[in-house]
């Protein structure tokens, strides 16, 4: 990748960082509510955003994958983790699925 797709991928990235911020911890809110009301009970629901160190370790790459910030689908995710107890043995779930605001975000931005 040229110094320059990575250099306007973090800037991309930096005046998106707050709407993915907001929209990761009002997702989780948002799951912990839904579970709560159907009674399901879960060990932990988080969201975390991708670092900025990380996202430039990620761009910076030698296999050119990523030449704008919209095709990385990683930016911000959700992490519920289900633990079932069955006959004595116990059964974890990670269901693990990411945020992706694009389509939603260049009507706005």
Same mark, same amino acid.
């Given at each position: 990748?040229?110094?320059q797709n990575s250099a306007d991928? !973090?800037?991309k990235f930096d005046q998106v960082y707050p709407v993915?911020?907001?929209f990761a911890n009002v997702t989780e809110n948002l799951l912990k509510g839904i579970l709560q009301l159907k009674d399901i009970n879960? $060990?932990?629901i988080t969201s975390r955003l991708k670092s900025r160190e990380s996202l430039k370790r990620k761009v910076n790459r030698e296999d050119d994958k990523y030449t704008?910030?919209?095709d990385i689908t990683d930016l911000a995710g959700? /992490? !519920?983790i289900y633990s079932s107890l069955d006959t004595n043995k116990s059964y974890f779930f $990670?269901? /693990?699925f990411f !945020? $992706?605001?694009f389509p939603i975000l260049y009507k706005f931005i």
């Open positions: 990748m040229t110094n991928i !973090i800037a993915y911020s907001d879960v $060990h932990s704008k910030l919209e959700i /992490r !519920i $990670h269901l /693990r !945020i $992706h605001l």
